[in-house]
């Protein structure tokens, strides 16, 4: 298992040199974001017995996209923070460092192009509950795959654009379901060694992850456009664990208009 780690994270890096020198071929197709995200999210942790903590997340994403020759390529990295409430208080960090997609036009709809492709991602969260885990911190990590598409359609006479992507392979990190026996450390050295720590490799029978955007089609003469965004991400497995984020995003096109 940890070759397999290592090959797979090797891909994940290759991956992304590729990418990015296949995004350089074309820069006058390229399309620029930066997402400003305002998250209502939901966890449910076994750790927490059975409790639902409820809260805003603020989150920021940059995306660069180009398509050239009926392909569509992105790199959309993400982090945000938060606050959750039910029994005290939780904090909540995420960070999806890398995010790739690659697609192909497959068919059109109302000549409009369908993409069909896959990506591959990092995801990292992180909670605290100082006052039900006397602020040990609870983790959930994907490194994973899946396919994604990405097409217009036309709703209510205006023009919609859609994305959706959902897991199908990747690695996994939970802590294990014990009792801790210290306090909590909030040194870089213990984020980054926890969200690795017993990484393992599954499919659908160990966790799900299922993310949809809608998104106004950008205007010609503006830099602004709206988008709704729904993720749900569950682990089958002890500690079971289940989130879902409802999220309005301010969307702002950086490039030449």
């Known amino acids: 298992m940890v070759k397999f780690t290592k090959i797979f994270v090797s891909f994940c890096c290759l991956s992304t040199l590729i990418t990015f020198d296949l995004l350089a071929l074309d820069e006058n197709n390229s399309k620029q974001t930066i ?17 639902v903590f409820s809260g805003i997340n603020l989150g920021c994403r940059y995306v660069y996209e180009i398509e050239s ?9 993400e982090f945000g923070f938060g606050a959750n409430f039910n029994k005290g208080i939780g904090l909540a960090w995420r960070l999806r460092p890398i995010d790739l997609y690659y697609g192909w036009v497959v068919t059109e709809i109302n000549d409009k192009s369908f993409y069909l492709g896959g990506y591959i991602t990092t995801n990292y969260g992180v909670q605290l509950y100082p006052e039900l885990q006397s ?6 990590t994907t490194i994973e795959v899946g396919p994604e598409v990405s097409f217009q359609l036309e709703v209510l006479e205006e ?16 802590p294990a379901f014990e009792t801790e026996t210290h306090f909590y450390s909030l040194s870089f050295k213990d984020f980054v060694s926890n969200a690795h720590k017993d990484l393992e ?10 993310q949809l955007e809608l998104s106004q089609v950008r205007l010609p003469e503006s830099r602004f456009y709206f988008s709704y965004e729904f993720e749900m991400l569950s682990y089958y ?13 301010l969307n702002w096109y950086i490039g030449q208009l």
């Open 35 to 51: 997402t400003y995200k305002t998250q209502f999210n939901q966890y449910k942790d076994e750790f927490n017995y059975g409790l």
């Open 69 to 77: 020759n009926n392909n569509l390529f992105a790199f959309s990295p």
């Open 135 to 140: 602020g040990h911190s609870l983790w959930m």
């Open 159 to 174: 023009l919609v654009d859609i994305n959706f992507a959902v897991s199908l392979a990747g690695f996994t990190s939970r």
């Open 201 to 210: 490799f599954g499919f659908s029978n160990i966790f799900s992850h299922l």
């Open 237 to 249: 497995k002890e500690p079971n664990f289940d989130f879902i984020n409802h999220s309005i995003n």
